[in-house]
């Protein structure tokens, strides 16, 4: 099963997609794409907006698109990438944002170097709740801090997603292939925001790993993902 589990296909609520037409595109070509499963994870900034707030937009923003599905489409599924935040760690709130179904939440990291208060922050949401913390685009934090940092935080009880186009661009490819090596990344996603925003498909990112690493982590990332939609636990092993 061909899953994305980190989009912003859902019309004006982020700044992902700006209306029904930019979303239907969207969806469109994941369709074409052969996905199955779609994410819909506007960003959630807990300093912005309060968490019924905010699935209350979620929600709105899926009815107005409803309509508007082909059956070719893929099933949306609906969720939060949800901004670091020290407040959300003890609050017995944050399981609302968790993907439809599961108790996985997309968490992701602030653009500064991850330090040890961070990387607490993240180990006490892991093991304080039922949440299971899947860690947003883990490749390009590494644009903030250092490969030792990131390792740190990735050796917790979480999981790593990658973005496709960081598998398709050649300077990012390196720190893909490091990070898939050292067993961090069990899932991927588009980060689709806008039709003409230079976001990669899942099957060019596919492509890439078929002819440069190895084709056999194409059916890992996908059992990856279906245990997940199981809501089942991934095990911290090298997954890919
Ligand atoms: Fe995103």
Redesign the pocket.
């Given at each position: 099963m061909k899953i994305d589990f980190?989009?912003?296909i859902l019309p004006g609520i982020d700044d992902g997609s700006r209306n029904i037409e930019e979303s239907v595109a969207l969806l469109d070509m994941m369709s074409e794409d052969g996905v199955d499963i779609v994410c819909a994870?506007p960003?959630f900034y807990m300093h912005k907006v309060s968490i019924d707030r905010f699935i209350e937009n979620r929600n709105n923003a899926y009815e107005q698109l409803k309509p508007h599905l082909k059956p070719e489409h893929p099933k949306i599924l609906l969720g939060a990438?949800v901004l670091y935040n020290h407040a959300l760690v003890h609050s017995e709130e944050a399981g609302r944002l968790c993907l439809q179904g599961t108790d996985y939440l997309l968490w992701?990291m602030p653009y500064t170097k991850l330090t040890s208060d961070i990387i607490r922050d993240t180990e006490e949401l892991s093991q304080n709740t039922q949440l299971k913390l899947m860690i947003?685009?883990i490749e390009r934090y590494l644009n903030f801090t250092s490969y030792n940092e990131l390792s740190e935080l990735m050796r917790l009880d979480v999981i790593g997603q990658i973005n496709a186009v960081s598998l398709t661009k050649f300077s990012s490819r390196r720190s893909c292939k490091k990070l898939i090596d050292d067993g961090f990344v069990y899932v991927m996603g588009t980060?689709y925001?806008r039709t003409n925003s230079g976001h990669a498909l899942l099957g060019q990112a596919e492509e890439v790993i078929r002819k440069k690493f190895e084709p056999r982590m194409i059916e890992r990332i996908a059992h990856n993902g279906e245990k997940i939609l199981r809501n089942e636990p991934l095990h911290k092993l090298r997954c890919l």
């Open positions: 980190h989009s912003h994870t960003h990438e992701e947003a685009h980060d925001h």
